[in-house]
């Protein structure tokens, strides 16, 4: 069972999500915050396994409230779930540490996905964010960080929200592969983590 914690100021938004999430299998609402400092005092409280978080909202942005919460609960997995495509508020919600990106217009089975993705340890985008944000990789040349064809094959699909397991399927190559791979490109970027990799990544044009 998954629990899920929902932050939108706007009341239907809100409450349509509470209601599909209810109804989902493997999953329940812990709560619907309608502002961002009730969703910091409650998910405090009881922190639950995914926040789906809005970016505009009356009182505080979104990016605000992840960045309040991650600094008491730096293992939460949150979710931006947003109208806004721009690429600043992208950007700024991944470097907040936001673990994923999904539009308004997400489809309710695609939401769900997404939140058993997260919570498994990807970082799932709307299909149009991750073009955006690999557009933005290619600004920058690739020689900076020299990184080899299957290294960026691999980043590409990191930056993408793919877990080890989709990598390794989608080249034909098994985890350690993987592993072994981010391990360099992690080295090559002076990073220590996955998310830093794609924030790093997609801050400065990398693949």
């Known amino acids: 069972m998954i629990s899920v914690a929902v932050v939108d100021d706007k009341r239907d938004i809100r409450e349509g999500l509470k209601i599909m999430i209810e109804m989902a299998e493997g999953f329940r609402c812990t709560q619907a915050y309608s502002s961002g400092r009730s969703a910091i005092e409650g ?4 922190p639950p396994d995914v926040v789906l978080m809005d970016i505009e909202m009356a009182d505080m942005s979104g990016i605000d409230c992840i960045r309040a919460l991650k600094r008491t609960i730096p293992g ?13 508020y992208i ?6 540490g936001a ?6 217009n997400t489809f309710p089975s695609t939401l769900l996905n997404a939140i058993r993705e997260v919570r498994n340890g990807g970082s799932p985008m709307s299909s149009y964010i ?22 960026q094959e691999v980043l590409d699909l ?10 390794a399927d989608r080249l034909f190559i098994s985890t350690n592969t993987v592993r072994f791979h981010l391990k360099n490109i992690y ?6 983590s996955k998310y830093e990799a794609v924030i790093k990544a997609s801050r400065h044009g990398i693949v």
Request: net charge positive.
């Open 43 to 46: 998910i405090r409280q009881d």
């Open 76 to 88: 939460l997995d949150i979710l931006i779930f947003t109208g806004h495509t721009d690429d600043e």
């Open 91 to 96: 950007f700024k919600s991944l470097r907040a």
């Open 99 to 104: 673990y994923g990106y999904l539009t308004k």
């Open 130 to 151: 991750a073009r955006r944000v690999v557009s933005s990789f290619n600004r920058l040349q690739r020689e900076e960080v020299n990184l080899s064809r299957r290294e």
């Open 158 to 167: 990191l930056c993408k929200g793919k877990n080890y397991r989709n990598i």
């Open 187 to 192: 080295k090559k970027l002076q990073v220590n």
